[in-house]
């Protein structure tokens, strides 16, 4: 696992967070926060995103594990918790509400939520190519993303693919 000097090396270099606020640097990861307040019922599973975009390079995976404050209010998360190589996009973090009391928990706008590690991989890399690719980010952001890849790591990652996928990429969450 990358601790935090390597990690923000590597920030530097491929932007594997943006925006990027060095004060949600924890320990050995980075802690996403929340694109838009929510409200979450009892035994509701909703899909909150993060306000970052993340990207995973091809020669690493991602970690990732709810903070447990949201834990002790009944948030529980059903995500896999990795992050493939080579995705790009604002993550989807998948709850469900099961407080004990059956309230309703609201998690805001900003507010730190997800910590997100990353890790070495070895062997050749075999970078994402789903429909999840470039999810919830703008045209801008995209382009941000594509020039980034093509200039720093064209070897391992088709640009041209890449915009295929971004044309059909899920822009709202609506659409997962």
């Known amino acids: ?25 924890d320990g050995d990861g980075y802690v996403l926060t929340v694109r838009d307040d929510v409200e979450i019922r009892y035994l509701e599973h909703r899909n909150l995103v ?71 991989r070895e062997g050749a890399p075999r970078p994402y190519q789903g429909r999840y690719m470039f999810q919830f980010m703008d045209d801008a952001e995209v382009e941000m993303y594509l020039e980034l890849i093509g200039r720093e790591l064209g070897g391992s990652m088709d640009v041209d693919i890449l915009r295929e996928l971004a044309e059909g990429r899920v822009r709202a969450v609506e659409e997962i």
């Open 1 to 25: 696992m990358l601790g935090y000097d390597e990690f923000t090396k590597l920030n530097a270099r491929y932007r594997v967070i943006h925006p990027f606020n060095p004060e949600l640097m």
């Open 50 to 120: 993060s306000h970052e975009i993340v990207f995973v390079p091809p020669d690493h995976v991602a970690h990732l594990t709810a903070k447990s404050r949201f834990g002790r209010l009944g948030i529980s998360f059903l995500n896999a918790a990795k992050v493939h190589s080579g995705f790009v996009g604002r993550l989807a973090l998948e709850v469900v509400n099961l407080n004990n009391d059956r309230d309703s928990v609201t998690i805001r706008k900003g507010e730190p939520f997800m910590h997100f590690e990353l890790m070495r």
